[in-house]
């Protein structure tokens, strides 16, 4: 069965404190690791999709990188614009995304 | 592109009571699923069309589920009969191909009491 761990649960910065997600996986084929961005009262935006080991991909203030067994999404000097739950997923068969709990972070200013 | 558009935004029920959420996906797109969120589980995968046809309905929890996509632009996830443990927000999104990831609405909070 396809697992999707992330860590921290919640994370909690001052404004420019660089800090990185994580999300750990098990599973057997994976076609694509995904990050969304989730606000409060919507549902979740898609960031990145990473295919295979050494791959990284930046947007603004966040990079996501991919290994065989873990994905990290890298937050440089943080702003309060980027409080969210950041949710992780994977693609595996078919065309279904197995998702993660998610970790919430708030960036205080 | 309105993006992926979800009615009602809230539903409040009673228990035993028939309950329809609707979904338009972006209009091109080939790919529609239904998610459900709770605190608990976080994003469940219920179901997905490709083409408007039922490919995966594993995660539909029982028989009182039912979806349907009559054609491409529309899609419907009836409950009945609701109950209170159906309560939790209702995700649709759709995609072309998978690749690009899903676009997701706003998402329907049903609440059943």
């Known amino acids: 069965e396809d697992q999707v761990t992330q860590s921290p649960e919640a994370l909690r910065l001052q404004e420019g404190e660089s800090s990185s997600l994580n999300c750990s996986y098990t599973?057997?084929?994976?076609?694509?690791l995904f990050w969304y961005r989730q606000d409060p009262g919507k549902g979740p935006e898609f960031l990145f999709t990473?295919?295979?080991a050494g791959e990284e991909k930046e947007k603004e203030r966040l990079k996501a990188t991919l290994t065989k067994k873990e994905s990290f999404l890298h937050i440089t000097a943080p702003k309060p614009e980027d409080s969210a739950t950041y949710l992780c997923?994977?693609?595996?068969?078919?065309?279904?995304?197995?998702f993660g709990e998610g970790t919430q972070l708030t960036v205080n200013p | 592109d309105a993006g992926v558009i979800q009615s009602p935004r809230h539903e409040v029920t009673e228990m035993g009571q028939e309950v329809t959420l609707r979904c338009k996906p972006i209009?091109?797109?080939?790919?529609l699923f239904w998610y459900r969120q709770t605190m608990m589980r976080g994003l469940e995968l219920l179901i997905y069309?490709?083409?408007?046809?039922?490919?995966?309905d594993s995660g539909m929890p029982e028989d009182r589920f039912s979806a349907k996509m009559p054609n491409a632009s529309f899609s419907t996830l009836k409950i009945q009969p609701s109950e209170p443990r159906d309560s939790a927000v209702y995700f649709c999104?759709?995609?072309?191909?998978?690749?690009?990831?899903?676009?997701f609405g706003s998402g329907t909070r049903l609440t059943v009491v």
């Open positions: 599973v057997s084929g994976l076609r694509g």
């Open positions: 990473l295919y295979s």
């Open positions: 999104a759709s995609s072309l191909f998978w690749k690009g990831g899903y676009t």
């Open positions: 997923a994977v693609g595996t068969s078919g065309s279904r995304l197995t």
């Open positions: 209009s091109g797109h080939d790919y």
């Open positions: 069309f490709n083409n408007n046809v039922p490919i995966d």
